[in-house]
Structure formats: structure tokens, C-alpha cells
């Protein structure tokens, strides 16, 4: 079987190819660049935690010591502050971190990779398909012709790929423009974000009505200025002036000593791809989506995009042609991000618009703020994971069916489990592996070793339905999980979100949930069509 191609060398394109590592299927990389990224800490990027953890499974790496998980959140308007918050463990914090670090992590990680083979300099430029696979052919030093089993554009807004494939890209430019400058400086927020809205001091040239300061590790501080409608060039002299007067603002008049690291201007775009799949070729990332007007998480929905393909793609090329797992892809993920952007198109007038109706409705300013703190925190309607309650996988009529406090097709909450070798683990550490899970809540079991409680009770007769089940499955057992009464059982996809939840060791139910997890719900179904078509 040829390896799954992937054109562009970004962190969802890396992330890709690691993510169908782990589950032993190769791929080739193409990277149009020499293989390393231009450090710039004015660029950077937010990570919720679920995906931060996502990226630490994949490289073996820790990121919290190369970024900043955020010990608070502030709003603030004009002089007052209107919104705190302060992360613990109940709320954690996104970790915020420059991009070129997590790239790098990434291709350290690939490095030792066996299955992975990265082609720096070569620009892809043609791609061909048929039934049985895809030839890809890139320019460049080594130009040349690859052959693959799938092809995957991970290669950015200008996506050859998608250009290739005559896929139309509608949506809107320059949605926002942000005037961004990376500094390192004492400010008097050690180590909290802060959004400030219509700050007291007036400003030189166009009025910056909103600041946003992100920390860094080593008192490093990303600071954007949102930018009036229109084109003006932001000037290095401009740039140094609002500097100065957001530091003395900030820090009660007088500006503190500050050393200039970085500078750029952060436009944001909103644009939706027609189609993520044509045939063997999908789209993901930037190619696919364009989004991210509020903070910097852009890329955490790409990196979405690339566990969600993953685990699918993995399928397909190791057990054959899945046609209705490999078409949910672009029905979950395009479906989530045209949420967001519906959300944040049909707001952000409202947020930005002049005072208009808040100056006359009371608290409408407040409520205005914490909308915005939920799209900075990754919450709430512009800012949380989607989840994928109507996808096509979601199985139906299941009778033993329970609810617990994660929706299905949302992503479940990291719990400790009991691994089929008698280890305690997280349940995060299982997924990405190609598996189904499968989480029995049993009370108890925590405090006994494994040996007394595992052919005791349910447990004989729920290993033998995990093994009877259509796709690969891992049988973990949990303390307990939020919402889920004792011998309540989890389907849980690879990539982490709920299939369902049942009371009790239900073979016939635990089946057909897992058949349509995969896929085979919905190809049994378009065959039964079709026979009764023929007749």
C-alpha cells in the first residue's frame, strides 16, 4: 500500500503525519521550504488544553516549559476592570506559545520517525487521481513524481491543492487587521492575559480601540492593537508610539525599560472551503478554513482537522476502502468550523460597532466583553470545540442508551483508567492508537488490583463483546466519570469524542454503535438503498 501524501510542512500537515505514525501507516511530506521555520514571536499560537495535550502525546514532549500556560485572564475597559478569571485544574488554562516552537517540536519528533519521510524543496504542482491512488509531482531541485494511496493539503490559505482541484474558497478579507509587536518588558500582570477595550489615554494617529496582551515564558509579551477599517500602513514609527503609551498606561504613566523582539501586522480572513474531499484528496488547515478573529486559535482547529482525518485515513489504508468514515470528515469538521463562523460573523458588528445600544441597556458592555473572553479562552459560542452530535457515525436507535454529562460526539473529560495490562493511565494516553475505547465505570476498582476484579461481575462479559466488535476496541475500566452511574459503558472514538454512553453490558447495543462509529451503519444502509433501487 503507498503512503499517504501530504502537501505542506506547516504544524497540521506534521501533525498529520505523526498521528498516522502512531498508528503504523507512513506518509510523505512535502515541504516546499528547507525544513526549518524562521523563529518569530509575533507569531503565535493558543492552544486549548485538550489540544496542548494532543500535541504532547504526539511528540513526546513536554510544551509547557517552551510556552505559558496562563495563570489568569483580565478585561478591562477604560479604567475598570470588568471580567477576572483564574485558571486551576477544574479550568485550566490554554497554553500560549510562538508557532516556530511547536513546529520544531514536531519535526524533532519526525525526525526518529521510520514511517515518515519529510521531501524539503519540493513544491507540489500537479496532483492526478484514480481508483487506486494518487500521483503527486513536485518542482523544485528534486522535482519528481510521488505515488500515494491518499493526498492530504495542508498547505495554507494559497493552498496549491485546493487550486488544483478547482475548489472555490468564499468568505471574506481582511475581516480584522491587528498591529502585532513582541516584546520583552515587566508589566503588572505577571504571567495573566488581559483584554483592554477603549483605553483612557488617546493615542497618535488612527485610534486603537482594543489591546490584547499575551505572555510568554521569559517576561516576553505578544501585544496586538486592533486596527481601524481600511489599509494604512502601519509604520515602525507608529508601531514604537502605540508601545510607549499602552506600557506607561498600563503602568500608571511612566513606560517601563522594554526590548523589541518582533513586529508584524495579523489580518484576519474568514473563508470556507465548498468541499474538503475531492476523491483520494482532502483538504485540511488553512486550506480548507480560514478563521481566528479572535485570539490566536486559528490553528487550533487545524490541528482539529488533523486527529479527525487521521484515525479515518488509518482505517481506510489498512483494512480497505471505508468510503462513508472517510466522507464524515469534511460532513463533522466543515460543519464545526462553519459554526464558528457563522458565530463570529454574525457578532462581531455588534462587538465592534460604535456604543449604539450599549449606551442605553446596562450591563450590555459587560456581557460584550465576555463574549469576547470566551472567543480569546477558546468557550462559549465562539470559542469552545465543536462537537459532532449529528454526524453521520452517530448511532441510532440504541435502547440501553444513558446520558452522562459529556454530550455525544463531544469530546469526553480526561479521567484515570485501568489499562488491559493492569496500569493506571490517563484516558487521553489511549486515544489516537486507531482503536475504539471502550470505559466501563466500575466503583471500586481503583483500590484493588486488577487480578481480583477482572473476571468478576460484567467484566468476562464485556471483554467478549469488545472482542466481537467490528473494529479494533481497547477495553479500560475508570473510578468513575462525570454523569455516569456505576456500569455505565463508553464508546469512545479514537480521536476522543463520545459515541454513546449504555447502562450496562448491552452486546447487540455496543455493536451497532460501534459499526456506525466506523462507518458501517451508513455504507449497510446507502447498499440497502441501493439494492432495493435495482429491483
Not at 525526525?111 to 504542482?125: G, K, M, N, P
Not at 450496562?504 to 456506525?516: F, H, K, M, S, T
Request: overall charge neutral.
Amino acid at each position: 500500500m503507498d503512503p499517504v501524501i501530504i502537501a505542506g510542512a506547516g504544524p497540521v500537515g506534521l501533525t498529520l503525519a505523526l498521528a498516522l505514525a502512531r498508528q503504523e501507516v507512513p506518509s510523505v511530506v512535502l515541504d516546499e521550504g528547507p525544513g526549518k521555520d524562521e523563529p518569530r514571536l509575533a507569531r503565535t499560537v493558543v492552544l486549548r488544553e485538550d489540544t496542548a495535550a494532543l500535541m504532547e502525546r504526539l511528540t513526546g514532549a513536554s510544551l509547557t516549559g517552551a510556552g505559558l500556560h496562563w495563570a489568569g485572564w483580565r478585561s478591562m475597559r477604560r479604567k475598570q476592570v470588568t471580567h477576572e478569571i483564574g485558571f486551576d485544574d477544574a479550568d485550566p488554562a490554554p497554553l500560549h506559545l510562538a508557532q516556530h516552537v511547536l513546529t520544531d517540536a514536531l519535526r524533532t519528533a519526525l525526525a526518529d520517525e521510520r514511517l515518515v519521510r519529510i521531501a524539503v524543496d519540493s513544491r507540489l504542482d500537479g496532483v492526478e487521481q484514480e481508483a487506486s491512488g494518487v500521483t503527486a509531482h513536485t518542482r523544485g531541485p528534486k522535482g519528481t513524481w510521488w505515488r500515494g494511496s491518499y493526498l492530504v493539503g495542508c498547505d495554507g490559505p494559497r493552498s496549491t491543492v485546493r487550486k488544483l482541484l478547482d475548489i472555490r474558497f468564499p468568505g471574506r478579507t481582511a475581516v480584522e487587521r491587528h498591529a502585532v509587536a513582541a516584546l520583552r518588558t515587566e508589566l503588572p500582570w505577571a504571567d495573566e492575559a488581559l483584554l483592554h477595550r477603549t483605553p483612557p489615554w488617546r493615542t497618535s494617529g488612527p485610534s486603537a480601540g482594543e489591546i490584547t496582551g499575551r505572555p510568554l515564558p521569559e517576561d516576553v509579551w505578544r501585544l496586538d492593537w486592533l486596527l481601524p477599517p481600511g489599509k494604512d500602513l502601519v509604520t515602525p514609527e507608529l508601531l514604537v508610539a502605540r508601545i510607549r503609551e499602552t506600557l506607561a498606561g498600563w503602568s500608571g504613566g511612566t513606560a517601563p525599560a522594554y526590548e523589541l523582539l518582533d513586529t508584524g501586522v495579523h489580518t484576519v480572513h474568514h473563508r470556507l472551503a465548498r468541499r474538503w474531499r475531492a476523491g483520494r484528496v482532502f483538504l485540511a488547515g488553512d486550506a480548507a478554513h480560514l478563521l481566528g478573529a479572535f485570539g490566536t486559535q486559528g490553528l487550533d482547529e487545524g490541528l482539529r482537522d488533523a486527529d479527525n482525518l487521521a484515525w479515518k485515513l488509518a482505517l481506510a489504508w489498512h483494512h480497505g476502502p471505508h468510503e462513508a468514515l472517510l466522507d464524515s470528515y469534511q460532513t463533522e469538521r466543515r460543519a464545526v468550523v462553519a459554526a464558528r463562523l457563522r458565530a463570529a460573523d454574525q457578532i462581531l458588528p455588534t462587538l465592534r460597532g460604535g456604543p449604539g445600544i450599549r449606551a442605553y441597556v446596562p450591563g450590555a458592555a459587560r456581557g460584550h466583553d465576555a463574549l469576547l473572553t470566551d472567543g480569546h479562552l477558546g468557550r462559549g459560542l465562539l470559542g469552545a470545540p465543536g462537537t459532532y452530535a449529528a454526524s453521520p457515525l452517530a448511532p441510532r436507535h440504541l435502547e440501553a442508551e444513558v446520558p452522562v454529562d459529556t454530550s455525544p460526539g463531544a469530546p469526553v473529560t480526561d479521567v484515570r483508567v485501568t489499562a488491559e495490562d493492569g496500569s493506571f493511565v490517563r484516558l487521553r494516553d489511549r486515544l489516537g492508537r486507531g482503536a475504539l475505547l471502550v470505559l466501563l465505570i466500575a466503583p471500586g476498582t481503583g483500590v484493588w488490583e486488577r487480578r481480583h476484579w477482572v473476571g468478576a461481575g460484567i467484566m468476562p462479559r464485556l471483554a467478549a463483546a469488545v472482542t466481537a466488535l467490528p473494529s479494533p476496541a481497547e477495553l479500560l475500566v475508570a473510578e468513575s466519570y462525570p454523569g455516569a452511574a456505576a456500569h455505565t459503558v463508553l464508546l469512545i472514538r479514537p480521536d476522543g469524542h463520545l459515541v454513546t454512553a449504555l447502562s450496562g453490558v448491552r452486546p447487540a447495543d455496543l455493536y451497532a454503535a460501534a459499526e456506525a462509529a466506523v462507518g458501517g451503519a451508513v455504507e449497510a444502509e446507502a447498499g440497502a438503498e441501493a439494492a432495493a433501487g435495482a429491483k
